[in-house]
């Protein structure tokens, strides 16, 4: 049986180029990964997840995982849950729209201002995440 790495949270994103909350959603976990938590985040590709072999599969029973996706489809979700195990927090860019319904998302390429806004939020979001996750561990003794 494998342990879980300590200090570590894994985080998979969607791979959505088709819809801006797709978009949002790996600008978003890009942002954790590589400026807010760099130290204490890993990631791994969702469709090399989706293709992998044993060593790519065992990522959410190495790392407690946090899925983000663009949409209900919820593909990070859906395919971590399906082929590695049930991820630790799962987080939808559309539950931020539906708390501000003011903010649209319109492009999938430069992110308009509000866009900017949105990516800020699920920033946010993730980032208290993997502190609670980390919190959660340290509390434990792990
Ligand atoms: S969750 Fe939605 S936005 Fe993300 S890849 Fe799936 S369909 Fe696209």
Do not use: W
């Amino acid at each position: 049986m494998m342990a879980i790495v300590k200090n570590k949270v894994g985080i998979v994103s969607c791979s959505g180029e088709e819809l801006p909350e797709g978009t949002v959603s790996r600008i978003a976990t890009r942002l954790v990964l590589e400026k807010l938590r760099p130290d204490e985040t890993v990631t791994i590709c969702l469709p090399l997840f989706l293709a992998g072999g044993e060593d790519e599969r065992s990522f959410t029973r190495v790392y407690p995982t946090i899925t983000v996706d663009g949409c209900e489809k919820q593909c990070a979700k859906v395919g971590t849950s399906k082929y590695s195990g049930k991820p630790a927090a799962t987080l939808l860019v559309t539950d931020i729209l539906k708390k501000h319904p003011e903010l649209e998302l319109a492009s999938r390429d430069e992110l308009t201002p509000e866009e900017t806004i949105v990516v800020d939020l699920m920033v946010e979001e993730i980032v208290k995440k993997v502190d609670e996750i980390l919190y959660q561990q340290k509390r434990m003794g792990n």
